[in-house]
């Protein structure tokens, strides 16, 4: 039996527009118009292709988007000079600064910068250690839009057992400490696991956020499994043309699992949206008003 | 064939006794001596028998020990001035407050206060953010202990098939991530998790970390097994005397396992050693020193 697929454009488009009657809400009721702040320094063509779509997102959910552009050669001080700013002006509620940064920037220092109350990207320490403690925190966008995707599939995953394929600090790591609030038994395995299919194979729910085109195979998986697919993989295709594929081999995938999550139109999709509910969130913090309820 | 025994009590004395020689070294080459400031509030009879004991261990290693005792009904205010004099103290590289507070503090404002630098117990968010994110922080003591009493046994970690079971901000969660420094396979079970004894089962190293006397049985263990016990419960005994026992049920884990530590007498021991550890750490770190080689 074919699994079925979990469609991320369809659910980040309802999380989008759960937000935009959110943001207008606050408004009306409260005069809050919820303000974000995108940082992009140099010209790197994807991080400007984000950058945008972030923007254009934005706007629409009825939030106000501050973009800052700035030079590669920018010097350190002066990108901490901005993010002070940031930090002080009450329009903005949430600071991106778009990574990877070029090179001769600190990166951990930038981050660190970033007032913890408007840290809508969840990379700074003060978000990572409430996270870890267990502590309602802004956390990472591509994990959350993980765990909305998964509850697509099930309204409950206590007790499932989860396996997260990589533990970087974007992705693996925070997706562990999401998932244990959700009451799951969590299992993070990485390049020095060993039996990586095996330890696959006992996991109802799948996380693979690794970076290795087609890695998870077909009997990786228990069957009626829900796979979630969180890498991105750019490969040549016909014509000189390239395609992105995920870490997971799609097609066998859907002859063995529950539900997957295709790439492109899968996690992807949900990262922008995410950041607008944390913008949403940090917003109503910042106010002292309770957490959206979305 | 019976396991060996891990002996926590012999392995936290020597651990002691090359902090000691470290700390020397410091006095000697730096006319640096570290000191630990220990707060205490109140007079809970448990708490002011580990603080006596840390006092007396502290000075055994050649370091410095101030202690503070405030009454249970301290202003809040008055904590918080007191921790912001232990912070500028340049004598003090090392700020414990002992738990629990009394009632009517903020045991998350207090520990917020703390110079992260300086926190010793690894419980402010910055150290928990920084360990979670897989960078260099001071740890919580006792998982810091499991893992030294585990490298007693085993001088690599990695790929080997950890489980944690208990999620708690002072053990369970730091845990997992000093495992993953480790590069070992790590799942977190609780009390929502299914089939414990079977994931039990799979794994090569085991965490209990629960506190319920002898939850873990021995045909939950792999034939091999390491298991460090974490858990103290204190059970009457004959007499109208008590006495402690751990989360893993003792004698039928000798049976099974390869090794075993018991309770009292392993992680427990190392805890105190391992304060001292992270003590002479932030010293070094704070003067600008290399981490010292213990």
Not at 215 to 235: E, Q, S
Request: glycine share 10%.
């Amino acid at each position: 039996m074919a699994a079925s697929l979990i469609d991320g454009k369809v659910i980040a488009a309802d999380l989008r527009a759960r937000v935009a009657v959110e943001v207008a809400r606050m408004k009306r009721d409260h005069g809050l118009t919820p303000g974000l702040a995108v940082v992009l320094i140099g010209n790197d063509p994807a991080s400007e292709v984000y950058v945008r779509n972030k923007h254009k997102q934005t706007q629409a959910a009825g939030m106000a988007s501050f973009e800052h552009m700035l030079p590669a050669d920018v010097a350190q001080a002066d990108v901490l000079a901005l993010i002070a700013e940031l930090n002080a002006n009450p329009a903005v509620h949430g600071i991106l600064v778009q990574l990877p940064l070029p090179k001769g920037l600190d990166t951990e220092a930038v981050i660190a910068a970033i007032d913890p109350a408007k840290d809508v990207d969840g990379l700074h320490p003060h978000n990572a250690g409430r996270l870890a403690g267990g502590l309602p925190a802004l956390s990472p966008c591509t994990p959350l839009g993980c765990i909305i995707l998964t509850k697509s599939v099930h309204a409950s995953l206590e007790g499932m057992d989860a396996i997260v394929i990589g533990r970087s600090n974007l992705v693996g790591r925070p997706l562990v400490q999401l998932l244990l609030n959700e009451n799951a038994t969590v299992t993070i395995a990485h390049s020095r696991s060993r039996d990586l299919p095996d330890l696959c194979r006992r996991a109802d729910l799948v996380y693979a956020a690794v970076g290795r085109a087609e890695m998870v195979r077909g009997d990786w998986l228990k069957p009626g499994a829900t796979v979630i697919d969180v890498g991105i993989t750019r490969v040549p295709a016909a014509e000189g043309k390239t395609r992105l594929i995920g870490d997971v081999a799609f097609n066998e995938a859907m002859q063995v699992a529950g539900a997957v999550t295709p790439v492109p139109g899968g996690v992807g999709q949900m990262t922008v949206a995410c950041l607008l509910v944390n913008t949403l969130r940090a917003a109503c913090a910042i106010r002292g008003l309770p957490a959206p309820g979305v």
